[in-house]
């Protein structure tokens, strides 16, 4: 008895601490809280994978993951795992929907995509096996440094937000960037050039322009989709392809100029052959609207609910164009003899 004292006794500051780490860790690892931070998402997704057993998943880089579940769900009446996240590789959505293939049966499947993403140069990033092997390993992730410094920064802003309502000083008070939140309505600057473009915008072009200087044909990323395209036909998986808008600047600036079009023709055929498309990449109306835009390529919020409820919704817009694979190979081939008539 004495012996099982001694032990408590010294055990007690460790339980006491891995209390507070699963109390503050910011990525639900175990489902435990009903919320996990928007910047811990490569590894709570494949967390509530593994937990949820998802049937329908979103893939993406950062514009498919600033759309909000619940939002969704609310519209739709399903329930979607959000596999995306801020500066998402192509290759990294492709080796979760593998990762969520293997671990759950799928039924609907929407993935993000657009020119940026479809450059086979920006395969820089491997994050998804570091993600992977944390939310596969709970040994490893509760060993992981990094991870209770995350935990320990979630503990100040917890603890800095409680003393904000304490002593009324909003100063104090500390947030947590998730642009996938409702409540979350940040708003560009409104400052325009001589030449009409919006500054922020203008400055937010330059920096995509110098990531696409070197644009690589997305041959080896095609032939990987094709390989997903197939998987999801033989399993019976609604697949749907969804690709998203940016701004009349970055068309300006960075399309035009490298000659990206001549890319985004081809991709397009290509998908849109194989499978169900949701198309908005055009150079339209809607690019030149600015206040949809809160940079180059991401939305304002209203902007993120009205194109949650385009995409998985079902709601009308004249600016996407839905095409099924049936669908387009017929439109396709009564263009094609219809040129050859003429």
């Known amino acids: 008895m004495k012996l ?3 032990l408590l006794i010294f055990a007690a500051p460790f339980l006491l ?28 997704a494949l967390r509530e994978l593994l937990r949820e057993q998802p049937e329908n998943i979103v893939l993406g880089d950062s514009r498919m993951a600033n759309f909000n ?14 596999l995306c996240y801020g500066g998402a590789t192509l290759n990294e959505s492709i080796e979760q929907f593998w990762f969520a293939a293997g671990h759950t049966g799928l039924k609907k499947v929407v993935f993000g995509l657009d020119f940026y993403t479809l450059n086979d140069n920006h395969r820089n990033e491997t994050r998804f096996e570091d993600a992977r092997e944390k939310a596969l390993e709970p040994l490893k992730f509760l060993g992981n440094f990094d991870v209770w410094l995350d935990a320990a920064g979630n ?8 003393w904000a309502d304490i002593t009324g000083d909003e100063t104090a008070r500390l947030t947590v960037d998730d642009p996938s939140s409702l409540e979350q309505d940040v708003r560009p600057p409104d400052n325009y050039s001589a030449e009409g473009y919006r500054l922020d915008l203008l400055e937010y072009s330059y920096i995509i322009y110098s990531q696409c200087a070197d644009y690589s044909p997305p041959l080896d990323y095609l032939a990987e989709l094709e390989e997903i395209i197939s998987y999801c036909e033989e399993n ?61 390529f991401h939305f304002v919020l209203e902007e993120k609910l009205h194109l949650a409820r385009v995409i998985f919704a079902g709601e009308e817009s004249e600016y996407c164009v839905r095409t099924t694979k049936e669908q387009y190979l017929a439109e396709k081939a009564a263009a094609e003899a219809e040129a050859e008539a003429a």
């Open 17 to 44: 601490l891995l209390a507070l780490f699963i109390a503050f860790e910011p990525y639900d690892y175990w489902g435990l809280k009903g919320e996990s931070r928007y910047y811990a998402r490569s590894v709570s």
């Open 236 to 296: 019976g998986i609604e697949l749907i392809f969804v690709i998203p808008n940016c701004s009349r600047v970055i068309w300006n600036e960075v399309i035009y100029p490298l000659e990206l079009d001549y890319y985004i023709d081809i991709y397009k055929d290509f998908l849109k052959s194989r499978a169900t498309v949701y198309d908005m990449e055009f150079d339209n109306d809607y690019a030149a609207n600015d206040p949809l835009f809160y940079d180059g």
């Open 4 to 6: 099982l004292k001694k």
């Open 69 to 82: 579940a619940d939002y969704i769900e609310e519209q739709t009446g399903e329930r979607y795992t959000m």
């Open 155 to 162: 503990f100040e802003v917890a603890f800095s937000n409680v």
